[in-house]
């Protein structure tokens, strides 16, 4: 490497240089003014003229070309590379402006390198390289200077020296000789080069200034790199200070900490952070643990007490050993396991739900007789919007004396917001299943999974997979939360889940839990759960009890039929909240006020009816069936609607149909088709008709099929003209042989029927058995006309066609 020493070495060995410093030999110049010396390239180093600079020397030809200058008694001409870490440049990658030095000592190092102490003369200008093996030889054209100096020049030196003061100050790597020997130079270029060499900038930027003929102007942007200097060293030093400062303060702080706890303990004193981990311990002997759980609290707790009170890793295991200790690991409630109580407490808070209620009591009654055998069941209660799902938990919970905790599971879509995250994060927590069994106190609360139908899934993880261990009675004696890191017992925890339906539940999970069905309610039943519950509940709310309110039956039915339309009692309620909040300001406001609310009444406070009572048509149709569907609200009539218009075959399906009821369609179609003979129905009319089937409500996607003989028979009932009975409801899937198969919902769907003033349905012979989950008063108001054939469903839903009735044409049978 060709590089010079550091700056104390170059000072010292000033007095020596300056010993051949006036020695340089005449040049012979040839007639362009040049002259020939061998050349050394200079990696990362510019040398000024009159700059003493060390140098050293180990590429091969670089020692050769030293060698040839001392044996024949030559300067030598030195010139930085533009790329530093070139081993071999070529003329190309070396600056043309370079330097004339006289050689001095030479030291020979052990490994075959030498130092060189050197000094340059003047500034030369590289006109051709002559030679390049064994070493590198030049011709240089001298380049001369002027004086540089003008009526500027002297301010502009003492302006350069008080900056170079400033910079020798304040940077500690600078030796404090460097400012004596800027004083000494009495010359504007000569000071220019010496505070260049000794300025820590990049080499093109000193080969710059070694360019710069003109002393005064080298002077000048010596005195801007100086200011530079000045202001980066300035902010420096201010960043090592504040450094400095704050770590002072940290050792003070720390030393007089330490001093207090000394003196606290000759006081026999405890400090804050000494109470706290006695306080943790008592806490912690205090609480009946797991041997498990004790350990880690035991080895967490003795992690703290040799921490440093600052460290940021204490508040992490602090608030982790609160976590451990404020579980609830042995806590138990006593269970009341008296089922006329029990009875009693469903039976005032809820009508009807008789399926839930048996199994509730049929728990307790087991856990009396075997409370050490039986495993927590694991409900979930599934039904429409309304039919009380989660109020009956919160009955349950107080029949069973138990606390009630309830998590809303809708739009969950993180596995860490049930499992927890892993302590590495920061403001890692528990998941909710912890921190409900923290805030419930007892290892064995009535825990409510709400909504579970309602759980998403994205990149960060299934919670419904999540919810399998929790779920699962062989898994969840041992749950382990992320953040915890520990086993939790949860299998003395009744869990009940709700969900609308069935479909978006994984199997795995729904195969974990007793499904109980919520049905819709009866007109009956919705009558006396307001009488019961929801008047009482409104009025005491809206500050009317001492008004004496009351509602007739024909008012109730007016609201149900005709301003609510759903299976459960929810909208029912608000209407009767928005009634008694009409009669509250009549009271405030001092008007007369009616105590007997009656169908005008209701009328005169909501406006006009919502839904018209006759909802049924007024004739019977062609190509016009009532079908019957379910959904996630409960039961509701989907009119099927078929035309026929002149064209050729096609089949159109609108009504924002899924592909499973589109399949349906063509079935029926196909059916259709193939008995058309049987029907009496032209085989040459479908390839001249247009068909197209609707269902209205156009904006509600609609799939299933269920509604496969009603498309049938809307079919049928258009290519022979039978108009279709209006009183007639239908619901069963249909195959290309006409056989009809068993479908799901049917209560819903009877319910839905009632509604609308439907008193025939039409359902499959294998739904038979579910007639029984039918009220009887329902039973009594429909007739049930049950069927395994479409030729059953045709009997039944169409009409004889009118002796004048004319034969179909595939015109609208309208």
């Given at each position: 490497?060709?590089?010079?020493?550091?700056?104390?070495?170059?000072?010292?060995?000033?007095?020596?240089?300056?010993?051949?410093?006036?020695?340089?030999?005449?040049?012979?110049?040839?007639?362009?003014?040049?002259?020939?010396?061998?050349?050394?390239?200079?990696?990362?180093?510019?040398?000024?003229?009159?700059?003493?600079?060390?140098?050293?020397?180990?590429?091969?030809?670089?020692?050769?070309?030293?060698?040839?200058?001392?044996?024949?008694?030559?300067?030598?001409?030195?010139?930085?590379?533009?790329?530093?870490?070139?081993?071999?440049?070529?003329?190309?990658?070396?600056?043309?402006?370079?330097?004339?030095?006289?050689?001095?000592?030479?030291?020979?190092?052990?490994?075959?390198?030498?130092?060189?102490?050197?000094?340059?003369?003047?500034?030369?200008?590289?006109?051709?390289?002559?030679?390049?093996?064994?070493?590198i030889r030049v011709r240089v054209r001298p380049l001369v200077e002027s004086d540089g100096w003008n009526q500027n020049t002297e301010a502009l030196m003492r302006a350069v020296l008080d900056l170079y003061e400033d910079v020798v100050e304040l940077n500690r790597k600078m030796p404090d000789d460097a400012f004596t020997y800027a004083l000494n130079a009495d010359e504007p270029g000569w000071l220019a080069d010496f505070i260049a060499s000794t300025l820590d900038t990049p080499v093109s930027v000193k080969q710059h200034l070694l360019g710069i003929l003109d002393p005064y102007e080298r002077l000048r942007e010596v005195s801007v790199l100086l200011g530079r200097e000045v202001d980066l060293l300035e902010t420096e030093t201010r960043i090592h200070s504040e450094i400095q400062e704050g770590i002072d303060k940290a050792q003070r702080e720390h030393f007089l900490r330490e001093q207090m706890r000394a003196i606290q303990g000759e006081l026999g004193e405890s400090d804050i952070f000494t109470q706290e981990l006695v306080e943790l311990r008592e806490r912690a002997a205090e609480i009946e643990l797991p041997p498990a759980v004790a350990a880690r609290v035991e080895k967490e707790i003795a992690r703290l007490s040799k921490m440093p009170p600052m460290s940021p890793e204490m508040g992490v295991i602090r608030t982790y050993v609160d976590w451990i200790l404020d579980l609830?690991?042995?806590?138990?409630?006593?269970?009341?396991?008296?089922?006329?109580?029990?009875?009693?407490?469903?039976?005032?808070?809820?009508?009807?739900?008789?399926?839930?209620?048996?199994?509730?009591?049929?728990?307790?009654?087991?856990?009396?007789?075997?409370?050490?055998?039986?495993?927590?069941?694991?409900?979930?209660?599934?039904?429409?919007?309304?039919?009380?799902?989660?109020?009956?938990?919160?009955?349950?919970?107080?029949?069973?004396?138990?606390?009630?905790?309830?998590?809303?599971?809708?739009?969950?879509?993180?596995?860490?917001?049930?499992?927890?995250?892993?302590?590495?994060?920061?403001?890692?927590?528990?998941?909710?299943?912890?921190?409900?069994?923290?805030?419930?106190?007892?290892?064995?609360?009535?825990?409510?999974?709400?909504?579970?139908?309602?759980?998403?899934?994205?990149?960060?993880?299934?919670?419904?997979?999540?919810?399998?261990?929790?779920?699962?009675?062989?898994?969840?004696?041992?749950?382990?939360?992320?953040?915890?890191?520990?086993?939790?017992?949860l299998s003395d925890v009744l869990f009940l889940t709700t969900a609308n339906t069935l479909y978006p539940i994984p199997r795995p999970l729904l195969d974990r839990m007793e499904v109980i069905e919520f049905p819709g309610y009866l007109e009956e039943e919705k009558l006396e759960i307001a009488h019961r519950f929801i008047i009482p509940r409104q009025l005491r709310e809206h500050g009317l009890e001492d008004q004496r309110v009351r509602f007739d039956d024909s008012a109730l039915k007016l609201l149900i039929r005709q301003y609510t339309y759903e299976a459960g009692v929810r909208n029912l309620e608000r209407e009767i909240a928005n009634v008694c909040r009409k009669i509250a300001r009549r009271v405030v406001e001092h008007k007369r006020v009616a105590r007997r609310v009656t169908e005008k009444k209701i009328v005169e406070l909501l406006g006009p009816p919502r839904f018209s009572a006759e909802m049924l048509r007024a004739e019977d149709e062609i190509g016009l069936v009532n079908g019957l569907a379910w959904t996630a609200a409960g039961g509701d009539i989907l009119t099927i609607e078929v035309n026929l218009m002149p064209g050729k075959g096609n089949f159109s399906l609108t009504g924002q149909l899924g592909d499973i009821m589109q399949e349906s369609a063509r079935a029926a179609l196909t059916y259709t088709r193939s008995r058309c003979q049987d029907l009496g129905i032209d085989p040459d009319l479908f390839e001249q008709t247009d068909i197209h089937l609707h269902v209205p409500e156009g904006s509600v996607p609609k799939d299933g099929p269920s509604a496969g003989i009603a498309m049938a028979t809307a079919l049928i009932s258009a290519f022979t003209r039978r108009p279709v009975r209006r009183n007639v409801g239908m619901t069963g899937e249909i195959t290309l042989r006409g056989r009809v198969l068993p479908v799901g919902g049917v209560r819903e769907k009877a319910l839905a029927a009632r509604r609308l003033g439907i008193d025939i349905v039409i359902i499959p012979s294998r739904n038979e058995n579910n007639l029984h989950d039918i009220p009887k008063r329902l039973r009594q108001d429909i007739e049930f006309i049950l069927t395994d054939r479409m030729e059953d469903v045709l009997d039944a839903a169409l009409l004889p066609l009118p002796p004048e009735t004319p034969a179909s044409n595939g015109h609208n049978p309208e």
């Open positions: 490497m060709d590089n010079p020493l550091d700056y104390p070495d170059e000072l010292d060995l000033l007095e020596e240089a300056l010993a051949f410093a006036d020695t340089f030999p005449d040049e012979i110049l040839d007639e362009d003014g040049c002259y020939e010396r061998p050349f050394m390239p200079l990696r990362g180093i510019v040398l000024y003229p009159h700059i003493v600079t060390p140098l050293f020397v180990g590429r091969d030809r670089s020692l050769a070309a030293l060698q040839a200058a001392t044996a024949n008694g030559e300067t030598l001409i030195v010139g930085a590379q533009k790329n530093s870490e070139e081993p071999s440049p070529d003329a190309n990658g070396i600056y043309a402006i370079g330097t004339e030095v006289q050689i001095g000592r030479i030291i020979r190092l052990p490994d075959n390198s030498s130092s060189v102490l050197s000094q340059g003369a003047r500034r030369v200008e590289i006109v051709e390289f002559v030679q390049w093996n064994p070493y609830p690991w042995t806590a138990l409630s006593e269970d009341n396991l008296d089922v006329a109580h029990a009875e009693r407490v469903l039976d005032e808070d809820h009508y009807g739900l008789e399926k839930v209620k048996e199994r509730i009591l049929e728990y307790i009654a087991v856990r009396q007789i075997a409370p050490d055998e039986m495993r927590t069941p694991i409900l979930c209660f599934v039904g429409p919007p309304g039919t009380g799902k989660t109020s009956i938990a919160r009955s349950i919970a107080t029949s069973l004396n138990r606390e009630f905790i309830r998590l809303s599971l809708g739009g969950i879509r993180d596995e860490a917001e049930i499992r927890g995250h892993r302590r590495t994060y920061i403001g890692a927590l528990p998941g909710r299943i912890i921190q409900s069994m923290r805030r419930a106190g007892t290892r064995n609360p009535l825990f409510i999974l709400d909504e579970i139908d309602k759980l998403g899934q994205d990149f960060r993880g299934d919670p419904a997979a999540a919810l399998l261990e929790v779920l699962d009675p062989e898994q969840n004696v041992a749950f382990q939360d992320h953040y915890l890191e520990l086993d939790f017992d």
